[in-house]
């Protein structure tokens, strides 16, 4: 890999990005969006100036890892644990639901099979995929609405963080039956031992940040500091326990999140996530996708996929919300904000690829997902919000 083509590949990122950013904020629409749709045009699909390679990749992923440590400070922990059960509830729906449209989405398209075949355990694995929550650009978008520590910000975080650990236990089933050398128990007793030692020992690392942050207020070291947890508690999770790297990210920024200067932690790191590893991140959506050599079957099946992916999540999220109190639009403001695939869904189906559980062909499918998601959610999101902000606005005029 040569160094020279890659700072030429972040220059022409990096340019791009900002400046559909910025057009993206001018029609009124979260720069995020700018962002995924600088990566399209410069990807392989229309441009191919810049092809995505291993060094881009990781620093992709180091961006969603900073996202979601962000996402982490910022959450407000004793809403955390209001919204624990009802967020609980919204990410078993949000698992069933398109689980099972998933499955049979394939079986419509490609013929029922009978229980425990290979071709019903490719259509289960098909809703496996589906599963999957990408919380990173609901959180990007929510937080330039300003909702990211509401009740119902804390809610879709909380759910989505919890679906994604549902999502991957059944993954590990589903492959169990696969595999045979696969341990499903091992997984599920990993990832409860995970939430456990990380309640014990955030105690004590909470203890020892609070001390230094009292001695040493305001200081870089305090950042930095919590930067080393963030990437450990990464790596432990995904490497030690099984659980993907993202949820480990946000159980450090959870443990973190009320020091007295959290917001100065959270405002360091946002430097460098803003100004590199966000980018490339969103950028890199747009890199994935080769739209070359896709027939009009796997067409259909894509559009298909799509749709049902996002109503499931809408319908298991919104009408669970429902039930567990939220009114109105809300339901409907979860649901949305629960249906954005990324990172998450890339590493179902590719291992799903590994494992011999489904067709490379699909991968088009799932990058059509992620992009198709990605763009829409936080739109529609901030269409939501706007509707209700004026809403807002209008009866305090009345009032006045």
């Given at each position: 890999?040569?160094?020279?083509?890659?700072?030429?590949?972040?220059?022409?990122?990096?340019?791009?990005?900002?400046?559909?950013?910025?057009?993206?904020?001018?029609?009124?629409?979260?720069?995020?969006?700018?962002?995924?749709?600088?990566?399209?045009?410069?990807?392989?699909?229309?441009?191919?100036?810049?092809?995505?390679?291993?060094?881009?990749?990781?620093?992709?992923?180091?961006?969603?890892?900073?996202?979601?440590?962000?996402?982490?400070?910022?959450?407000?922990?004793?809403?955390?644990?209001?919204?624990?059960?009802?967020?609980?509830?919204?990410?078993?729906?949000?698992?069933?639901?398109?689980?099972?449209?998933?499955?049979?989405?394939?079986?419509?398209?490609?013929?029922?099979?009978?229980?425990?075949?290979?071709?019903?355990?490719?259509?289960?694995?098909?809703?496996?995929?589906?599963?999957?929550?990408?919380?990173?650009?609901?959180?990007?978008?929510?937080?330039?609405?300003?909702?990211?520590?509401?009740?119902?910000?804390?809610?879709?975080?909380?759910?989505?963080?919890?679906?994604?650990?549902?999502?991957?236990?059944?993954?590990?089933?589903?492959?169990?039956?696969?595999d045979p050398d696969s341990n499903p128990?091992?997984?599920?007793?990993?990832?409860?031992?995970?939430?456990?030692?990380?309640?014990?020992?955030?105690?004590?690392?909470?203890?020892?940040?609070?001390?230094?942050?009292?001695?040493?207020?305001?200081?870089?070291?305090?950042?930095?500091?919590?930067?080393?947890?963030?990437?450990?508690?990464?790596?432990?999770?995904?490497?030690?326990?099984?659980?993907?790297?993202?949820?480990?990210?946000?159980?450090?920024?959870?443990?973190?999140?009320?020091?007295r200067d959290s917001d100065y932690i959270?405002?360091?790191?946002?430097?460098?996530?803003?100004?590199?590893?966000?980018?490339?991140?969103?950028?890199?959506?747009?890199?994935?996708?080769?739209?070359?050599?896709?027939?009009?079957?796997?067409?259909?099946?894509?559009?298909?996929?799509?749709?049902?992916?996002?109503?499931?999540?809408?319908?298991?999220?919104?009408?669970?919300?429902?039930?567990?109190?939220?009114?109105?639009?809300?339901?409907?403001?979860?649901?949305?904000?629960?249906?954005?695939?990324?990172?998450?869904?890339?590493?179902?189906?590719?291992?799903?690829?590994?494992?011999?559980?489904?067709?490379?062909?699909?991968?088009?499918?799932?990058?059509?997902?992620?992009?198709?998601?990605?763009?829409?959610?936080?739109?529609?999101?901030?269409?939501?919000?706007?509707?209700?902000?004026?809403?807002?606005?209008?009866?305090?005029?009345?009032?006045?």
């Amino acid at each position: 890999m040569d160094v020279l083509s890659i700072f030429k590949d972040l220059a022409i990122i990096m340019l791009f990005a900002k400046i559909f950013g910025l057009l993206a904020r001018k029609l009124k629409a979260p720069q995020v969006v700018g962002e995924i749709v600088a990566g399209l045009l410069i990807g392989p699909s229309l441009l191919g100036w810049v092809q995505l390679n291993d060094f881009l990749s990781i620093c992709a992923q180091i961006g969603v890892v900073m996202l979601m440590f962000s996402a982490g400070l910022g959450t407000n922990l004793r809403d955390l644990l209001k919204t624990g059960p009802k967020a609980l509830a919204i990410a078993c729906a949000g698992v069933a639901v398109p689980l099972a449209g998933g499955a049979l989405l394939y079986q419509c398209f490609y013929g029922f099979a009978p229980w425990g075949s290979e071709k019903f355990l490719t259509a289960v694995f098909i809703g496996v995929i589906m599963t999957a929550t990408s919380v990173s650009i609901t959180v990007e978008t929510l937080k330039e609405l300003g909702k990211l520590k509401s009740k119902l910000g804390t809610t879709i975080l909380s759910a989505a963080i919890i679906d994604d650990v549902i999502g991957i236990l059944v993954l590990t089933f589903v492959v169990g039956f696969k595999d045979p050398d696969s341990n499903p128990l091992r997984v599920g007793f990993s990832t409860i031992v995970f939430f456990a030692l990380a309640v014990v020992v955030g105690f004590v690392i909470y203890k020892v940040f609070k001390f230094v942050d009292k001695r040493y207020p305001r200081t870089h070291r305090i950042p930095i500091f919590a930067l080393v947890l963030c990437f450990g508690f990464s790596y432990l999770a995904e490497k030690v326990f099984g659980i993907a790297d993202i949820t480990g990210a946000y159980v450090a920024g959870i443990i973190l999140c009320n020091l007295r200067d959290s917001d100065y932690i959270e405002e360091k790191l946002d430097i460098n996530s803003y100004m590199i590893f966000a980018p490339i991140f969103f950028a890199s959506i747009g890199l994935k996708t080769n739209i070359e050599g896709i027939g009009w079957d796997l067409v259909l099946f894509s559009l298909a996929f799509v749709a049902v992916a996002l109503v499931t999540k809408i319908i298991g999220c919104g009408a669970v919300s429902r039930l567990c109190g939220f009114r109105g639009k809300d339901t409907l403001r979860i649901g949305v904000g629960m249906m954005t695939r990324g990172e998450v869904a890339l590493i179902v189906a590719q291992r799903g690829l590994s494992e011999g559980m489904i067709d490379s062909v699909y991968f088009t499918s799932v990058i059509l997902l992620i992009i198709v998601s990605s763009i829409a959610t936080p739109i529609i999101l901030k269409l939501l919000f706007r509707e209700k902000t004026e809403k807002n606005d209008t009866t305090e005029e009345i009032r006045a």
